[in-house]
């Protein structure tokens, strides 16, 4: 079975400083890999993935987030934050096999503060 | 805005009664998953459906069941409502292709039991 861990429920950084959200993952193969993030009183937004080829993945909102086998990691980076970055976020996971294992195991969520 | 939507916003209700929660995929989209999100459980996934075929179970009580219809888009009944059924419920869909790894969210129903 797959699960995934967020480390830091709660993680606050100044305004313009490096924003660092914590993910690792359990599985036998490595999955395909998500960070999704969710704005008060909104929906999932997918913010970037892995699937396959380059482990640096760059997602919207100037986000990336690198794929490391041996760490089994996906930790979410962006170097400067800002006041819109306030937001809630998930770190998932999906088997690479299909027909019937094709959810996502979510971590449990990341909010992230961000100081004036 | 992901193309998934989802009917109604918000619902209020009583325990003992039956919800209707709608949704429909993006254009194209022949997977329908539902997940709900409460603040005990987290996220989590209940049920899936492949062009009208359930496709997997997930952590979904027996109160609740889902279906898909032939225009794709999907139906969660939620029946003898408790208070613990209090939660945002979404709806996700994915394509085929090289997309088809990612699955696509709604904005979610909130359904609150009173």
């Known amino acids: 079975a797959q699960s995934v861990t967020q480390l830091g429920s709660h993680v606050s950084v100044s305004e313009g400083a490096l924003v660092l959200l914590r993910c690792n993952y359990s599985?036998?193969?490595?999955?395909?890999l998500f960070w999704y993030v969710q704005y008060p009183n909104q929906g999932l937004q997918l913010l970037l993935k892995y699937t396959t080829g380059a482990t640096l993945v760059k997602g919207i909102n100037g986000f990336e987030a690198e794929f490391k086998k041996s760490e089994t990691s996906f930790h979410l980076t962006k170097p400067s934050a800002h006041m819109s970055d306030a937001a809630e976020y998930f770190c998932?996971?999906?088997?690479?096999?299909?027909?019937?294992?094709?959810?996502?195991?979510f971590g449990t969520g990341t909010r992230l503060t961000i100081i004036p | 805005d992901s193309g998934v939507t989802q009917t109604p916003k918000h619902l209020i209700t009583a325990t003992g009664q039956r919800v209707t929660l709608r949704c429909s995929p993006r254009s194209g989209d022949l997977s329908v998953y539902w997940y709900q999100q409460s603040l005990d459980q987290g996220l989590q996934f209940l049920i899936q459906y492949y062009n009208g075929e359930e496709r997997a179970k997930g952590n979904i009580l027996e109160r609740f069941s889902a279906q898909q219809f032939p225009d794709l888009h999907s139906e969660l009944n939620l029946s003898s409502l408790e208070l613990g059924d209090s939660a945002l419920y979404f709806c996700?869909?994915?394509?085929?292709?090289?997309?088809?790894?990612?699955?696509?969210f709604g904005p979610g129903t909130r359904l609150t039991v009173l």
């Open positions: 599985s036998s193969v490595p999955p395909y």
């Open positions: 996700a869909s994915s394509g085929t292709g090289g997309d088809r790894y990612t699955q696509y």
């Open positions: 998932a996971v999906r088997s690479k096999s299909n027909f019937g294992n094709e959810k996502l195991t």
